[in-house]
C-alpha cells in the first residue's frame, strides 16, 4: 500500500507516453477537438463525462482530483475556483425546499451567510451549540444535511466527527464536513463515514498564498457526479493555473503541517504564559478541553498550524498588536509559507452576529496567529515585542468555552511536552527587520487615537 507523501507525489497520474513527461502542464486550452469528425463524438474522462470545454473538465485539474482523491482515499474528487465554491455547489446539489440542515453557530462567517441565504428556498438551518453533544441532540429531529468544520474557526473547538458521523448515519443524514484546518495529513472524514469532505485549496493543500481554489471528495461516483453537474451549470470550476499550483504545493504538505504545526505548540506555549494575553485557544495544549478527542481523531500527535488568543486590553490592544508586528503579516487568510495575524470578529467571523460571538468567546480582544514556516524563535520574539507595549498587568479571568488561561510559573499539571524556545533578547520599541520599503521604527511614547 503507498504511503501518504506517496500519494502526494505521485497520486495525480499523470504521464505523457510519447514524450515521457511525468509532471502535469498546465492545459490553457478552453476547448479541445473532437476525434471522430463524422460523428462529432468527444473524448471521454475517465468519470465518464464529456472532455470538450473547459468549464466542465480539464486535463490539468483531472490530474489534481486525482491526487485529492487517493490522499482522502476517496472515490472521486473536484476542483472549485475557490472554497465557498467548492461549499455552495455541494450543497445546492442535494438541498431541496423543506429539508433541514444542522449546523454549528461557529463556522467560517461566509459559510453561515451562505446558509442563511438559501432560508429563501424553503430550506430550514439550525444553528447549535459548536459541541459534539450539541450536535448529535439536534439530529433527534428529522434532519438532512449536518455541516461542520473538524476544527472551529476561529477558537478551534475540536468536535469529535466520528461519534457525529455515526448519529447523521442513524437519523439518516449526509454528513459534510470542512476539514481545512486539519487537512487529510491529521485526519480524513471519509474514513468514518462522511458524505463528503471539503477544503479552501487556497490554505494549506496549496501553502503559498499564491492561488484561490478549492476541492471536495466523496466516498462514491453518484455523489461526486452530482456535484459535478451543478459546477459544471454553476461555472465555478478550477483553472488550469491554479490546478497546476495546487498541485505543486501539495507535494510539500506533510512536510510544511509537520513544520507549522511544531512551531504552533510551541508559539500557544509561548502566549499562555504572557501577561498581556487572557486565553490561548489551541487543542494541542495539555489542559485544553479538546486534546482528547483531538489525540482520538488525528493519526499525527499533531493539532494543526492556528492558535487563537484573547489580549486583555480587547479591540484597542489588538489593533496595536496588528500595528506593531513585523514578521508576521496582519492579513484575514491562513495556511500558507508566511505568518498571518488576523483580527477574527472584523474578517473571517464579521457575519456572525454581535452577540453570538461573544457567547462564543470571539470577543473584541480576539486573535488568529496562522502559523508558516519563519524561524519559531523570530515569531515568537514578533509577538513579544508587539504584545508588551500593551500589557495591562497580571491579572487572571477563568477561560470561557473551553480556551487555557495564562499562568505564570509551573504548571500544576506537571512538565510540558514541548517548551517553547526562549525569545531572544531585543530592545522591545525598535524594528528588527530592514525590508526594502522599512515600516516607521516603534517608539515607545504613547499614540494618540
Not at 523570530?378 to 508588551?388: K, N, T, V
Request: proline share 8%; aromatic share 6%; with cysteine.
Amino acid at each position: 500500500m503507498e504511503g501518504f507523501d506517496t500519494k502526494l507525489i505521485h497520486g495525480h497520474g499523470y504521464y505523457d507516453e510519447d514524450r515521457g513527461y511525468f509532471i502535469p502542464p498546465i492545459y490553457m486550452g478552453t476547448i479541445c477537438e473532437h476525434p471522430d469528425r463524422e460523428t462529432g463524438q468527444p473524448r471521454m474522462t475517465e468519470r465518464g463525462t464529456e472532455l470538450k470545454y473547459a468549464r466542465e473538465e480539464n486535463v490539468t485539474v483531472e490530474a489534481l482530483e486525482s491526487a485529492i482523491a487517493r490522499i482522502e482515499d476517496a472515490a472521486d474528487a473536484l476542483g472549485y475556483a475557490s472554497g465557498m465554491g467548492a461549499i455552495s455547489s455541494l450543497l445546492i446539489s442535494i438541498l431541496r425546499p423543506g429539508m433541514r440542515v444542522v449546523v454549528p453557530m461557529e463556522e467560517y462567517g461566509t459559510t453561515i451567510r451562505l446558509l442563511e441565504e438559501l432560508r429563501k428556498f424553503g430550506v430550514t438551518v439550525d444553528q447549535v451549540w459548536p459541541d459534539t453533544e450539541h450536535v448529535i441532540d439536534a439530529l433527534s429531529k428529522p434532519a438532512d444535511i449536518v455541516f461542520l468544520e473538524t476544527m472551529t474557526n476561529p477558537t478551534l473547538r475540536v468536535l469529535d466527527v466520528r461519534q457525529i458521523s455515526r448519529a447523521a448515519r442513524d437519523a439518516g443524514a449526509k454528513l459534510i464536513v470542512d476539514n481545512t484546518f486539519v487537512t487529510p495529513y491529521l485526519y480524513r472524514p471519509l474514513a468514518d463515514g462522511a458524505y463528503a469532505v471539503v477544503h479552501s485549496a487556497t490554505k494549506y493543500l496549496a501553502g503559498h498564498n499564491d492561488v484561490l481554489a478549492g476541492v471536495s471528495a466523496f466516498p462514491d461516483q453518484e455523489s461526486a457526479r452530482a456535484a459535478w453537474e451543478w459546477r459544471r451549470m454553476l461555472g465555478s470550476t478550477m483553472s488550469a493555473f491554479s490546478a497546476y499550483l495546487v498541485l505543486r504545493g501539495l507535494k510539500s504538505l506533510s512536510i510544511r503541517m509537520e513544520r507549522e504545526s511544531a512551531s504552533a505548540m510551541a508559539i500557544a506555549e509561548f502566549l499562555r504564559e504572557h501577561p498581556a494575553v487572557k486565553v490561548v485557544h489551541y487543542p494541542g495544549l495539555r489542559d485544553s478541553p479538546y486534546r482528547e478527542v483531538a489525540d482520538r481523531l488525528f493519526e499525527r500527535r499533531l493539532y494543526g498550524a492556528v492558535v487563537s488568543f484573547e489580549l486583555k486590553g480587547g479591540k484597542e490592544s489588538v489593533l496595536r498588536a496588528l500595528k506593531r508586528v513585523r514578521v508576521i503579516k496582519p492579513s484575514p487568510s491562513l495556511g500558507g509559507t508566511e505568518s498571518l495575524l488576523t483580527y477574527a470578529a472584523m474578517s473571517a467571523s464579521g457575519p456572525i452576529a454581535p452577540e453570538v460571538r461573544e457567547r462564543l468567546g470571539i470577543t473584541d480582544g480576539l486573535l488568529r496567529l496562522s502559523v508558516g514556516l519563519e524561524d519559531v524563535e523570530d515569531l515568537i520574539e514578533d509577538l513579544d515585542a508587539a504584545l508588551r507595549d500593551r500589557c495591562v498587568g497580571s491579572d487572571r479571568r477563568p477561560a470561557p468555552h473551553g480556551g487555557v488561561t495564562t499562568r505564570r510559573g509551573p504548571s500544576p499539571r506537571g512538565p510540558r511536552t514541548a517548551a517553547p524556545p526562549a525569545p531572544r533578547a531585543i530592545p522591545l520599541c525598535t524594528p528588527r527587520l530592514s525590508p526594502p520599503r522599512a515600516p516607521p521604527p516603534r517608539t515607545c511614547s504613547p499614540r494618540r487615537s
